[in-house]
């Protein structure tokens, strides 16, 4: 069973930095998934970064160009580097892996994931 805990959720500022990160276990799949969901108060749960076990990467466009999706050495942690926040990305972040290989690129979609974790919550305030 593939659990995951996510971590490093805060308040800050906009314009400010966060990294995110999820430490997974159980994850025995050659070919996976691994990805960054958000929902905000009354909106739906969307998808943000996503990445696979061949390092691909997809990138909703309202964090491209601010936000990063990596994988640690032993691809047990994911991260979620965060630069340039803006009020918008107020949410309960959460991580999601999948035991699966898409040859389109790691999905977005919340229906195309298993596992998820319990969430952290980033709040960008002024």
């Known amino acids: 069973r593939v659990q995951l805990v996510e971590s490093g959720g805060a308040s800050v500022q906009p314009g400010g930095s966060l990294r995110l990160s999820c430490a997974t276990s159980g994850n025995t799949y050659i070919n996976y998934c691994m990805a960054w969901f958000r929902q905000a108060p009354g909106k739906e749960r969307e998808g943000i970064a996503a990445?696979?076990?061949?390092?691909?990467?997809t990138y909703a466009d309202s964090v491209k160009g601010r936000f990063t999706i990596s994988q640690g050495n032993a691809k047990s942690t994911l991260y979620l580097q965060m630069n340039s926040l803006k009020l918008e990305d107020t949410a309960m972040y959460y991580c999601a892996v999948e035991g699966a290989y898409y040859s389109g690129g790691p999905p977005l979609e919340v229906y195309e994931y298993s596992y998820w974790g319990q969430g952290t919550q980033v709040t960008v305030s002024s």
């Open positions: 990445i696979d076990n061949e390092g691909t990467t």
